[in-house]
């Protein structure tokens, strides 16, 4: 639920927009919420009352946070950006890899604007500093519902992402201790990152994203990603172990190019159930 604070944080989130459809759905759309399970629950269940394009749920807190293949995101209060916003896109959605990428572009670049930091980006969604995880990105369909415009089904993307800012007091749990990092932390000086801040920022760069790809004008993002990527020319494996190679490229729908370490040639590698480390199971 949203109490003043929480109020006050979305009057200042929504003026420091810069967007024209990212965070500027109808008068009363957007939410920031003090705690809730999961804010791509929230908006996923919004689209499907018909919720506008451009609606944006941030949350101080998530007791659900979750990332792909299922797993928990670690969401403590006032640790972190968690923000969903949803595009309902002309084009033809089928493909999400692609879309990730390029979103992770979107975050790169907003991070970078706020804060000066360069993050690395992992195929397929993960966001990478000195070769822990400093955030990721979760796209999603909302299944059924539809438009309160036309009473037809719709077409949905809900883009959640998460960002680790400032560490969270007490103890980590050891797995995600050794992995995360936060940005605050990697700052190392004292600074304090305004969460607002890199909000708006973050949704002025996945519009800007946003519409190159409407306008399938996204290859040049797709080589932005590519500059930044921790995964290209490292030795890869997949997590169910049966695939072992070089990471080689991304082809245009986003897909992974890996030479095999078995001497079978090439093959690609699409997001949906695969998960990847590289040898040694770090990120980098």
Not at 187 to 206: V, W
Not at 227 to 240: C, F, M, N, P, Q
Request: proline fraction near 3%; charge should be negative; glycine fraction near 10%.
């Amino acid at each position: 639920m949203a109490g003043e604070e929480e109020k006050k944080r979305l009057f200042d989130f929504e003026q420091a927009l810069k967007t024209r459809v990212v965070g500027r759905p109808n008068s009363g759309a957007n939410e920031y919420l003090a705690s809730i399970d999961s804010t791509n629950n929230r908006l996923a269940a919004l689209a499907r009352e018909g919720a506008p394009e451009g609606t944006t749920i941030i949350a101080r807190e998530q007791t659900a946070g979750r990332g792909r293949l299922g797993r928990a995101w670690v969401s403590a209060p006032d640790s972190g950006l968690y923000l969903s916003t949803l595009l309902r896109p002309t084009k033809n959605i089928s493909e999400l890899p692609v879309i990730t990428l390029c979103l992770g572009v979107a975050v790169k670049r907003a991070v970078q604007a706020v804060t000066g930091l360069e993050l690395g980006l992992k195929w397929v969604n993960d966001l990478i500093y000195n070769g822990r995880k400093a955030g990721g990105i979760l796209v999603e369909l909302p299944v059924g519902g539809k438009t309160s415009e036309t009473g037809r089904f719709s077409r949905a993307l809900v883009i959640g992402i998460g960002i680790n800012i400032k560490h969270p007091p007490g103890t980590l749990p050891e797995e995600i201790a050794e992995k995360a990092i936060y940005l605050e932390d990697a700052l190392g000086d004292g600074t304090t990152i305004d969460t607002i801040e890199l909000a708006a920022e973050l949704c002025y760069q996945i519009e800007s994203i946003y519409e190159r790809i409407e306008a399938d004008d996204q290859a040049i993002l797709l080589d932005e990603w590519r500059a930044a990527s921790v995964t290209l020319g490292k030795e890869i494996k997949t997590s169910s172990g049966d695939l072992e190679g070089t990471a080689l490229d991304i082809d245009e729908s986003g897909a992974l190019l890996v030479k095999t370490r078995d001497g079978a040639g090439t093959r690609l590698l699409r997001a949906g159930e695969i998960s990847i480390r590289s040898q040694d199971g770090s990120y980098s």
